[in-house]
């Protein structure tokens, strides 16, 4: 079992309200990600970060922000939720170490967000 | 474009059965092959991984194989089980990147019935 939480597990909000949705992990793994799932559809990678004070952002376009203060917390924050945000959202840690480890990413269990 | 696909979409067969998934890929440069299962309402958890060099691995129930010349592979399960239901997606790694940039196909999704 992976050590990476995720809360909340489900959010419903109305449009217009600023939501954070929290990621946590204590691998100490330095490489953090977070995807984008619709119901039947492929993960989307949205942000990703090598470590502290780094992110990126990823292949899908995202209104969201992310931030990397601290190795194992890497929230990510709307400002101004919409109802084109309802979807789940992934978050999943994996070591630096490639070689070794073969960049396998560990999973949260997701937040399913619903804007109204 | 690097694309996977998989196959077939949804699956439903009876507990103990065996059922075999697919997943053609056309990710390039070519660095490893992986399957996750997801449950409903939870975050994928890895199954097995392969690189260029290894064409079968297994994990328990669960047989993945490679064939990276034609490159498919194929994710065999024995014997299943309820537990088995969700749903199994494959995942190509590149090497073109520090990143290990991943490309998800959309899943099978799997319901096993008693």
């Known amino acids: 079992e992976a050590d990476i939480y995720q809360t909340p597990r489900y959010l419903v909000i109305g449009t217009g309200k600023k939501i954070t949705l929290e990621c946590s992990q204590t691998m100490g793994h330095d490489k953090m990600y977070w995807y984008q799932q619709d119901p039947g559809m492929e993960l989307h990678l949205i942000h990703y970060?090598?470590?502290?004070?780094?992110?990126e952002k990823g292949d899908l376009s995202s209104e969201s922000t992310v931030s990397r203060i601290r190795t194992e917390h890497f929230p990510l924050t709307l400002e101004s939720a919409r109802p084109s945000h309802t979807s789940q959202y992934l978050c999943?840690?994996?070591?630096?170490?490639?070689?070794?480890?073969?960049?396998?990413?560990?999973f949260g269990a997701g937040t399913r967000l619903s804007v109204l | 474009k690097n694309q996977v696909e998989q196959s077939p979409q949804s699956l439903i067969i009876l507990e103990g059965k065996n059922c075999t998934l697919q997943c053609n890929y056309t990710v390039s440069p070519f660095s490893n092959l992986r399957w996750y299962k997801q449950d409903t309402g939870r975050g994928p958890v890895s199954l097995t991984i392969m690189t260029f060099s290894e064409n079968t691995k297994s994990n328990g129930r669960y047989t993945a194989t490679l064939d990276a010349d034609t490159k498919q592979s194929s994710l065999h399960i024995t014997a299943s089980q309820l537990s088995d239901s969700a749903s199994y997606i494959c995942v190509v790694s590149d090497r073109g990147s520090t990143l290990g940039r991943l490309y998800f196909g959309r899943g099978t999704q799997l319901t096993v019935w008693p």
């Open positions: 970060s090598y470590g502290v004070n780094s992110t």
């Open positions: 999943a840690s994996s070591e630096s170490k490639a070689a070794l480890a073969k960049n396998i990413q560990y």
